[in-house]
């Protein structure tokens, strides 16, 4: 299995409160995503990595910004939390990137915001 | 314009092979198809993807169409691990490291 990490895997926090979603990696892969989870929706892309330091948003990207300092922890920050972010969130990673590569994903963080 | 269109679901009876189809017909000529899975409570897995030949991998098989516009996806054998959501996916033209994951075709085996 490819080595991600994604902590916390439970949590549930207020209305307006800042959340961090943090995706730890051993493969040395280029890629991290994240990608957030809703019935109805199926899984859209949040915000992607494709090396330290450079990142861009994906299609849903509002109310989310990240971070990729080193190349094995890509965060995930809501900086005021609102209901409408309560989903399962998954890190992946790839080391070719999306058309030609393989994507490993993380086991979820599931977030509620109350 | 990256969408793909599945069954939403199917069934299959355990140690019998299982024809999975999705339809492309917009797919571009460099996009690959990807296939993914997911089991209840977990993230997405990875299952096959290819370009115009057909592979095999010691998951599937994918059989892609002469003219791109549909594949399939083959389990040999089916198990009831095998049971979970399946994606056909292809990356979305407006970003290029994303992909668009439909609602997909939920198999279920039975025993």
């Known amino acids: 299995d490819a080595g991600i990490t994604q902590s916390p895997r439970h949590k549930v926090t207020e209305t307006g409160t800042p959340v961090t979603l943090r995706c730890h990696q051993t493969e040395n892969h280029r890629y991290m995503y994240w990608y957030r989870q809703d019935p109805g929706h199926g899984l859209r892309l949040i915000h992607y990595s494709y090396g330290v330091k450079d990142t861009d948003k994906g299609e849903v990207s509002d109310g989310y910004s990240v971070s990729r300092s080193k190349t094995e922890d890509f965060l995930l920050t809501l900086e005021s939390a609102t209901s409408s972010q309560t989903s399962v969130y998954f890190c992946?990673?790839?080391?070719?990137?999306?058309?030609?590569?393989?994507?490993?994903f993380g086991e979820g963080s599931r977030l509620t915001v109350l | 314009d990256a969408k793909t269109t599945q069954p939403n679901s199917m069934e299959s009876n355990e140690e019998e092979p299982v024809h999975l189809p999705c339809n492309h017909s917009t797919i571009s000529g460099t996009d690959y198809i990807h296939w993914y899975r997911q089991l209840p409570s977990q993230g997405p897995e990875y299952v096959i993807h290819?370009?115009?030949s057909n592979v095999n991998n010691r998951m599937a098989s994918l059989a892609i169409a002469e003219d791109r516009k549909s594949s399939t996806l083959i389990l040999h054998r089916a198990t009831l691990r095998d049971a979970a959501v399946y994606y056909c996916i292809l990356r979305d033209p407006n970003y290029g490291q994303n992909f668009v994951f439909g609602p997909g075709t939920r198999l279920s085996v039975l025993p």
């Open positions: 992946a990673i790839s080391e070719l990137g999306m058309n030609t590569g393989e994507l490993f």
């Open positions: 290819g370009l115009t």
